[in-house]
Structures are given as C-alpha cells and as structure tokens.
C-alpha cells in the first residue's frame, strides 16, 4: 500500500505573523467569572510552529526548517498525498459490500459537485477502503453562502463588562492575601497554554458577490476545520445516490451498509512527548487534553471556546450548561449538608428518638402475615434515628431553598446562554440555517407549497396526516407508560410476597431486618428492570419519533427528546412515587387489611415511618444509576478501544501503531452516539429531577449529584477527546427542549416536596401534637419539651383477639415477652376497642388532615409566588450585553456603508487612472 502524506500543517501563525518555535506562549485570558474565553476565537493561531500550518508564510517557514519537521507533518495523515489538499471528511465501506453501483453513482455526483476525493486502502485490511474528501476554495465559498454561514468581515472594539471590572477589583482585594491563598485556584497557568491573540470580528452570512467585505488573509484558513467539515457533510446529506428524489444522502448509504462509517479527522494525537509548557501544543486536540480533557485540571475552569472551535457549538453549549450546572449545585450541596447535619447535632435532643428508644414496654402489632412476630417499639431505635437525621426541623427551609434554588439556577442559565450566544455569533442563527431534512424532503417531494418566509416552494406535510401520525405516536407512548405502571405493580407484589418470606427466614440477621431485606432488594430488581426496559424504550421511540416524520433536524431531535424523556423518567420514578405517597397509606387496620387481588396483605411502612424507606430507594437508585453511566460513557469504550489495539498488535505486531495515518487511528476509535448529545442531557436531567423532586426526603442528593458531576466533566471531555471519533461540528443557540424540562422539573418539584413534607413525612403530626395535644398546647410555642408523650399519641390500640384467622401471627407472644399479648399497637389515629366507635378515626386524624392539605396549599402558593418573582426580577438579558448588541447593530450597518462607499470609490480612481494612461497614449 502506497502511504499517505499530509503536506502544509496548519496554522501557526493569522494575519501574517509567524511565531518563532523559541517563543515562549501567553497564556489565554480567562474570565475567571464564568469560566469562558473573552472573546471567543475561531481561527488556527495556537498552534505550535511545525505542527498543522496551512498558510504560505508558514509552508515557507516548515521548509526552511529541514526535510525532518516536513516528514512528520506529511505523515500526520491530514492531507491528500500531494501534501496540499486537506482532508476535510472521511467515508470508509469494504469492497466486498454489493452496493458497488450505489457508491460509484454517489461518488460521481460528489465529484459533480466539486468534491475533491482521494482512496486508500487500510493498512491492517485490504478489503477496507477510506476516501478521503476535500473541499475546494470554489466549493466552500459557493455552500458557505447557500448554508448563511456567517464569517469575519471587520475587527469588534470590545469594552469592559462590569463583571471583568468587578473582578480586577476583587483580585486587588485578594492580592494582600496571596501568602497563605492559593493563587487563582481555578485559572490556568500563564506558562501553560500557547498564546490565543484576540482576533474576534463582527460576522455576517458569507457572499462571493460582497466577498472583499469579509478579512480573508489566507484562504486555506478562512473556513476553519470544523466549518469545512460542515460544509462537505451537508453536500453528502443531498447526493444522489439513484436516480429519484427519494435516494439521496448519505444517512440512507450508511444504513444499508454501503458505507461503514463517515467521520470528520481529528487534527493529529492528544499526546506528545514534549511538554506543553516549553514546546507549545501539537495541535488543538492536543491542547484540549492538556488544559481540559486531562484529568489532573479537574478543579480549572473549561476552555469553552477551544471546545467550541473543535467540536462546534452544540457541544459547546453542553459542556457550558454543565458547568454552569455543576457550579450552581455548591450552593445547594453546602445547605444540604448543613441541613443533614443539623440532624447530626440535634439527634441526642430528639424527643421523638428517645421516646422511642425508651419505649420497651410497648408492643407493636406484626407487619405481616402469620410469619412476622410481635415486635419491641423500642426495636425501631435505629430507624427512627435515621429517619431524624433526614426527617427534622431544617427540611421544610431546605425544600423551599431548593425550590428558589432551581428557579435561579434556570434564570440566570438564560442570562448565561444570551452572553455565549452573543461571544459565539448565534442569536440569529436559528431563523437562517433551519434546514429541512432529506427524509422528510423525499417523503414529501410530490407536494409542495410556498415557504412565506423563503418564498421558496419546498415539500408539505397535510394537516390530516400530520394529525393521525401524532394520534398513532401518542398512542404509543401511553402504551409504553402502562408498560412502567404494569413492571411497578409487579415490584408491590414482589414486596408483599417477599416480606412475608424474609420474616421466616432462618438467618436471624434476615428475619429480624425483613422489611430492610425487602425493601433493599426490591431497589436493586427495580434497578434491573429500569436498565432492561430502556433498551426497549429506545427503540420504540426512535420508531414513532421517524413515523411522525418531522419536518426538520431540530423538530426530529425534540420529538425524540420528549419521548425518551416520558419513558425513562417515568421507568425511573414511578416506584420512588409509589413508596412516597401510596406505601403504607391504603393498607387498613389490623383485623381489617386491605388485600391485593383478596390474598395479599399491603405493605405497611416501619414504626418509624415510610421516609426511611424513600431515603434506600433514592440513595440506591441515584448511586447505581450513576456508577452505570459512567460505566457505560468510559469504561465501554475504554475496553473496545483497547480490544481493537490487542487484536491489531496480535495480527500485525507492535511497530504497526507507528504507520497509522489519522484516519486509520480514527477509524479504530468507537463512534460517537448515534442519538448525539441526548444520552448526556438525558442522563443529567433525570439527575437533575433526583435532586430537586425528592429533596424534601433526601438532603445528601445535591451532594452526591455534585460529587458525581465533578467527575462527569472531565470523564465526559476525555471521552470526546481521546475515545471516540472526531463528531460533526454542529451549531445550536441553546440547549433545546430540554430548558423546557428543566422547567416542568422545577415545578413538579414544587408539588412533589409539599406532598412528601405533608403526607411522607412525620413534620405535621408532630406540629399539630406540638400546639394541639401536647404539653405545650395552647401556649403558641413549640420545641422539644412539647413533644413529650407524641409517640403514644400516635399509635393506636388493637385487641389482638380481633385478627382475621389468615393474619393472626403464629406465636401469641408467650415465648418472647414472657406472657400471652392481648393488645398491641399501630401506626394510625383511631379509637380503642373497648370505645363506642371502636377503631373509629379519632379527632386528632382530621385535624392532622386538614393541617396537611393546608400546608400543602400554602406552601405551594409561596413557594410559586417567590419563583414567580424571581423569574420577573431577574432580566433574560443582561443589561450591559443589550447594549453591546444594540451598539454592534448599529457599527455593522455604519461599517458596511463605510466599506461600498470605500469600495466605490476606488472602482472610480481606477477608471479616472485607466482613463488618463489611454489619453497619454493617444497619438
């Protein structure tokens, strides 16, 4: 096989300057604020000298060099074997495929398009073809104008945020103190980074007809990689491939196979044996690894930009809501802390513990069915300390905390999103690159109408077809949600069968823990089914989402989006709603249970309440959730990754990694998601949704989502980094639907924390006893010596000669409390046996009700009120980036008057000057 070569590197040096390789590099400004490059960059200037140039000044310079810098960027398997063309896209298929014609056909209407290609064969297996892809100068300029990219045509003065000014302030505050503070923990070194020179310029959508508007200083560097690589993937997406309008793109080749895989290259290794610091980076994969994806920068700030630069916008957002995200989770992590141990530090004052720790002499009716015995109130010691420790005083200011905390979090995300949609040129993307997708075009092709914006015909979808496809599509979801309810119900039964089972256990650890037994091991079957039946899930709404047939990228992408969502999160927290608001809540009284399908007894909480219940659900569900995920984002490419590299060392020896060209490296990495970026929001809303739905029950869950978001970043930026193929760069404004999520989160959670403070948990009971039934009734005060006497108040009497024969336990007691029990007691407000209503609900359980439904309709109401408030009183827009748009708008309009007057101009001195050389030259 004949070996690649990549020619000119790329750039090391923009507007005509070149660095010498001695140079020591700046280091890039930060804004230590938020964590993102100010102003954004989009050109190749980083770069080492020596490396991936592309500009003459710099293939001048590489030749002066020696014969040994230009050998090695020739064999970096960058460039078309004339060493000049770059690879822009790569399309790999096996010779022995039979879709021979399909591929020649697509391929001559590459070439017809002006698609410069280039074959090769693999260097591990002759069957396996790479072409590689180059777009010309003529090619990007023409596509560039039809996609409205938008592209530098003048300087930007920039002035001085409040925020930038604020924090020099603060860095002169902290000057004095930089003997014992670590010096600007979360920047970057200056020594370490190569040298980013502000080169940021107003933008317009690009056109060959106004083309001297646009600062072109080499044209090889004018579309970056990322845009160029754009550009051949949308001219790939609307090839023919047969003859019709309905065989085009190469979605469709690659789907049945005629293609194996198409991909962008990355720009070179992510390691090199010089460091950083002294030798400047290799190429800007390797400076993402170095100042983001690596895992020793986990505490620095995220180079957005550069992230931006190489994987677009899309991603850029992501990992820019990410962060914003992870940084907005201290606040809430720190009170949730405080709020746990405050539990901590009042438990040995708990009246409620002591009691029933000191409660030996009361004893409890059996939980379950012939096989659970009588049981010692003062049993329950240890649960109902636990319970404190999440059930206590700071739990309702935490659920209020938490709910403000997401409306902040959401509101100020949008003054956020508006400042990066500004630095990176998207606030009037969306309206000028919405682009139709070829399936829905071939599907449609025969109908058209007039677009009212374009005035251009394009394909139409009839209202009526619209209409029984969303019909088809919603009847499908409601049938995957009574799939959920359906494995929910087989968990309840699994729970009262088996608690039953666990009570006549042999093992006494077992048998005197059933509850915990069942309640443990119903999580991890939970946990299982939710794992099984997303692979379905998945499936099913990849198929209703394509039979609605949206009619663009992003219409497609929300469908899909919101589908998988109301699957997954339902799968996720359908059990986590049945222990929170119905364990325990319909399973009558003793003598008088309330059965399932007339056989099974209910499942009732533990005399210490359900809440501790609900805290093994979350905790178990939330660590294995996210164990797994990191699993499956790292660790499952890791291990294919290093498969690949075995069985290539194995068959071809340990020298063959060294003849790699870029392609064949990446080609040998696993491809992104086939979904993009969706398993990564899903996973991080759904997470999301843990930490703000059932925070009221757990406090830790901030904690542990923080702890595992920190993580999260940096495995998430060494996946795109290292494991997986180059992704397209693709352009977004925002994150989507899932702000819309995030929304209905916030104010389900609203609803959510109200009930479990109401219903769940013991907070109202014990606030009524406090000022209704205690020792401090009347008095309007409340604390610890009023709740003296609460347990008792709170259990009820049974005569156990009133058990139904099939719940009648198998001991009458004799053999563990040293004489027969003829009353026990239970969790419920009702009258005794000997009363004249016996087991009648007393005065003290209305009153506890309506206190509950008041408390719930207060809390929502306030807690509304203070979201709504917030969201008036904090601007979507900050102030001081209103102006600079306003200012920018006005500066484009005046500069572009400015440059065709100029132009005019000098159109007319060059006729006055051709006028008179033809007057002198006239006999």
Not at 390 to 413: K, P, Q, S
Not at 761 to 787: H, N, T, W
């Amino acid at each position: 096989m004949e070996e690649s070569s990549s020619g000119s590197p790329d750039s090391a040096a923009t507007d005509g300057k070149t660095h010498h390789p001695a140079i020591k590099d700046v280091n890039i400004f930060f804004d230590e604020s938020e964590g993102v490059n100010s102003p954004s960059k989009d050109d190749d200037s980083l770069l080492h000298p020596g490396t991936l140039t592309s500009n003459s000044e710099d293939v001048s310079h590489l030749e002066a060099t020696g014969e040994g810098v230009k050998e090695k960027s020739k064999s970096s398997g960058l460039f078309f074997r004339d060493g000049k063309c770059r690879i822009d896209y790569i399309l790999v298929y096996r010779k022995s495929s039979p879709q021979i014609e399909k591929r020649e056909v697509f391929e001559r209407n590459i070439r017809a398009e002006g698609l410069q290609m280039e074959k090769e064969s693999s260097i591990t297996n002759s069957d396996i073809i790479f072409l590689k892809l180059h777009a010309p100068w003529e090619v990007l300029c023409r596509y560039a104008e039809l996609m409205n990219i938008r592209m530098p045509f003048r300087r930007k003065i920039y002035f001085l945020h409040r925020r930038y000014k604020f924090m020099s302030r603060m860095e002169k505050r902290l000057s004095r103190f930089r003997g014992w503070l670590p010096r600007k923990p979360m920047k970057f070194d200056k020594d370490t980074l190569p040298d980013l020179e502000e080169n940021d310029s107003y933008t317009a959508p690009f056109s060959q007809q106004r083309i001297h508007h646009f600062i072109i200083h080499n044209k090889d560097t004018f579309f970056n990689n990322a845009t160029r690589s754009r550009i051949v993937h949308h001219i790939l997406q609307r090839v023919k491939y047969e003859e019709g309008k309905n065989k085009i793109g190469l979605n469709r080749l690659l789907s049945n196979s005629s293609y194996e895989a198409a991909f962008p290259l990355h720009e070179g290794s992510y390691r090199s044996k010089n460091s950083i610091r002294t030798h400047g980076a290799e190429n800007h994969r390797h400076l993402l690894y170095e100042c983001w994806a690596w895992w020793g920068v986990w505490y620095k700030y995220q180079p957005l930009d550069l992230v931006r630069r190489y994987f677009g916008e899309k991603i850029g957002l992501y990992f820019a809501w990410l962060g914003w995200y992870t940084g907005m989770l201290f606040p809430a992590a720190l009170v949730g802390l405080l709020v746990f141990l405050y539990g901590v530090f009042t438990l040995e004052n708990c009246q409620v513990s002591k009691e029933v720790c000191q409660a030996a002499d009361i004893i409890m009716c059996p939980l379950c069915d012939k096989y659970c015995p009588y049981m010692r109130l003062s049993d329950s010691c240890v649960y109902a300390k636990v319970t404190h420790l999440f059930d206590n005083g700071a739990t309702v200011f935490f659920a209020v905390f938490m709910a403000v905390w997401a409306t902040v979090f959401l509101e100020f995300w949008k003054r956020r999103r508006a400042v990066i949609a500004y630095d990176w040129d998207l606030i009037d993307w969306e309206e000028e690159e919405e682009e139709i997708r070829p399936q829905f075009e071939a599907k449609y092709s025969k109908k058209e109408r007039m677009n009212p914006i374009s005035g251009k015909p394009e394909p139409y979808q009839a209202f009526t077809d619209k209409c029984s496809r969303l019909i088809v599509s919603a009847s499908g979801i409601f049938f995957m949600i009574l799939v959920v309810i359906a494995a929910v119900f087989g968990i309840v039964i699994y729970r009262v069968v088996t608690v039953s089972t666990f009570a006549a256990f042999d093992w006494a650890l077992i048998r005197n823990n059933s509850q915990v037994a069942t309640t443990g091991t119903a999580v991890c079957i939970n946990f299982c089914i939710i794992m099984l039946l997303n692979v379905l899930y998945e499936k099913v709404a990849l198929l209703l989402t394509n039979l609605e047939q949206p009619r663009t990228e992003s219409e497609w992408e929300n469908s899909f989006t919101l589908k998988m969502f109301l699957f997954q999160f339902v799968n996720l927290n359908s059990s986590t709603f049945y222990i929170a608001f119905f364990l325990g809540r319909f399973t009558g009284r003793p003598g008088a249970y309330m059965r399932l399908i007339n056989r099974w007894k209910l499942e009732e909480c533990h005399p210490s309440g359900c809440l501790i219940d609900l805290c093994m659900q979350m905790g178990i569900i939330m660590v294995l959730k996210q164990t797994w995920n990191n699993f499956m984002e790292l660790g499952y490419p890791l291990i294919q990754n290093w498969w690949t590299r075995r069985r290539l060392r194995q068959e071809h020896g340990h020298k063959i990694k060294a003849r790699f060209p870029q392609w064949e490296k990446d080609y040998n990495l696993q491809p992104m998601n086939a979904y993009g970026l969706f398993d990564e929001y899903l996973e991080m809303i759904l997470q999301f949704g843990f930490t703000t739905i059932f925070v009221a029950a757990f406090p830790l869950a901030p904690v542990l989502a923080l702890l595992n978001n920190i993580i999260e970043i940096r495995l998430d930026a060494y996946k795109f980094v290292t494991q997986w193929r180059r992704p397209l760069a693709s352009r977004a404004k925002d994150i989507g639907i899932w702000y819309g999520i995030l929304e209905g989160i916030g104010i389900l959670s609203v609803i959510t924390n109200a009930f479990v403070i109401a219903v769940t948990s013991d907070f109202i009971p014990r606030l009524v006893y406090a000022y209704k039934y205690g020792p401090c009734a009347g008095q309007g005060q409340a604390g610890e010596r009023c709740m003296v006497g609460y347990v008792n108040a709170s259990l009820s009497i049974f005569q156990v000669s009133d058990f139904e024969n099939r719940s009648e336990p198998g001991s009458d007691g004799a053999d563990i409390f040293g004489s027969p029990i003829k009353y026990c007691r239970y969790r419920d407000y009702r009258a005794s046996p000997n009363s004249k209503e016996p087991y009648a609900y007393t005065l003290q359980f209305w009153h506890v009700l309506a206190a509950r439904l008041a408390f719930i309709i207060v809390f929502e109401h306030m807690v509304f009120t203070i979201k709504n408030l917030i969201s008036y009183l904090i601007p979507d827009l900050p102030k001081d980036l209103r102006d600079r748009m306003r200012r920018e708008k006005y500066l484009i309009q005046e500069m572009m008057y400015e440059a065709e007057l100029e132009r005019l101009q000098k159109e007319r001195n060059e006729r006055k000057k051709n006028g008179k050389s033809h007057h002198n030259e006239w006999p």
